[in-house]
């Protein structure tokens, strides 16, 4: 009996090649595309598949989900990796990787495969997410292996095989895309001193080009998830996403440009653009600013956003850790219900009002006029208390 294997096939040149140096080496190839928000035309990838050798090609709309058991978590841990980077690819790896552990206990496969590269983080974070759910499954990654030292060599290989390549000159760079985000690397972009030349930002436009006029935007949360836009209910937290991306690209806004630390050591030049994510991250810190009070808010922001991004970067979706940081956020979240306005020019986008039933700042007690209601006195003493180990520290240091 043939070995079978599901592939994450995306449908491009390396994926295709892969499906039929499988086939060669005596696999049954059953394909696997997830629809992530990619924002592809995926209706002709079963034919592609079959004709580059697969027996069957799954192809599944993954966007609500991916949305909210992957974006919407770190979303609520204002993960930043290197304090840049929203993590778009970086959450779609554990998605895919379930589900090609549930194909392949349905459908009786001992492998998967993906086509991660040697020096990248993606194949770390297949790998790690299909063994934390199902350790008996061997993982292929054939483009660590195989004998094509380029592009042309991949090309040439396809043919051979009648596999239809794109004739299109491709850009040099590669991209990964979806909801959350576009991840773009290589090309020029390989030189950490030359500014990305304009043809490599797939969505946004440029500051200078985005309109002269400010635009301002609502954006209502229940509970720490974002559930309207300018008073616009969104049932699917996908389509609110999209409707950002959308906005924010208008206004050019969420492009990130950074040498970042890889899992394998290197350090690579990587710009995105995640004009919605970014939107939300500024508008969910200031929400939870508002309804959180200090203890809880202090720790959080010490203690979560840097771990949480690594967590998820480093490839331990599938983990404990992970988990238990997400009943922890989701508790601080509670509160996180209201509406918050910003400003979105040229690039920037900055909160400039905010609201909640559940909001903490408490008007007469922060107020200079005369309706103020704090007790001046009580902070004399607080501050000769909590200022007392300076103040001895002083005599000390003075000799007085
Ligand atoms: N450096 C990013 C990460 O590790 C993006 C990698 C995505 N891949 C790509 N072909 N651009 O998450």
């Known amino acids: 009996m043939a070995k079978r294997v599901i592939l994450a096939y995306s449908g491009g040149l390396d994926t295709s090649v892969i499906v039929r140096w ?34 069957e090609a799954i192809v599944e709309d993954l966007r609500e989900e991916f949305a909210r058991e992957y974006c919407l978590p770190t979303l609520k841990a204002l993960a930043l990796y290197e304090g840049k980077y929203p993590l778009s690819a970086a959450l779609s790896r554990p998605l895919i990787s379930k589900k090609l552990v ?15 590269t040697g020096k990248g983080n993606d194949q770390v974070r297949f790998e790690l997410s299909v063994w934390a759910l199902n350790p008996n499954i061997e993982v292929l990654a054939p483009v660590r292996e195989w004998e094509f030292k380029s592009r042309d060599e991949e090309i040439e290989y396809a043919k051979r095989f009648n596999i239809p390549v794109k004739a299109t000159k491709e850009k040099p760079y590669s991209i990964d895309a979806n909801l959350w985000g576009i991840s773009i690397e290589c090309g020029p972009l390989e030189d950490p001193w030359q500014e990305p030349p304009e043809d490599a930002y797939e969505i946004t436009r440029s500051p200078e080009e985005a309109p002269d006029e400010p635009e301002f935007v609502e954006i209502g949360f229940e509970g720490g998830v974002p559930v309207s836009v300018n008073g616009e209910k969104f049932r699917e937290l996908y ?12 206004h050019g806004i969420g492009r990130i440009d950074m040498v970042e630390n890889r899992l394998v050591g290197i350090k690579s ?10 939107i939300l991250y500024e508008a969910y810190r200031d ?16 203690n979560v956003p840097h771990e949480y991004a690594k967590i ?7 983990s404990p850790v992970r988990e238990a940081l997400d009943s922890f956020n989701d508790k601080l979240s509670e509160n996180a219900s209201g509406t918050v306005k910003l400003k979105l020019y040229k690039g920037s986008v900055s909160v400039v009002s905010r609201k ?4 903490l700042y ?25 200022g007392l180990p300076l103040k001895v520290l002083g005599r000390v240091r003075s000799g007085k």
């Open 22 to 55: 499988l086939v060669e080496r005596g696999f049954e190839v059953i394909t696997y595309t997830a629809d992530v928000g990619q924002g592809e035309e995926l209706g002709e990838i079963p034919d592609k598949a079959r004709s580059a050798g697969a027996v």
């Open 102 to 116: 549930e194909y392949a206990e349905k459908m009786n496969a001992d492998y998967v495969a993906h086509g991660s």
């Open 239 to 250: 389509r609110l996403v999209e409707e950002l991306n959308s906005l924010g690209s208008k």
């Open 269 to 278: 030049r990587e710009i995105y653009e995640a004009p919605g994510a970014t």
């Open 287 to 302: 929400l939870l600013s508002l309804t959180t009070d200090r203890f809880s808010f202090h720790y959080f922001m010490n």
């Open 312 to 318: 998820v970067y480093e490839g331990l979706w599938f």
């Open 356 to 359: 909640s039933p559940y909001s």
């Open 362 to 386: 408490v008007e007469d007690l922060a107020t200079y006029s005369p309706e103020d209601s704090f007790d001046h006195v009580a902070g004399m003493h607080f501050t000769k208390v909590y």
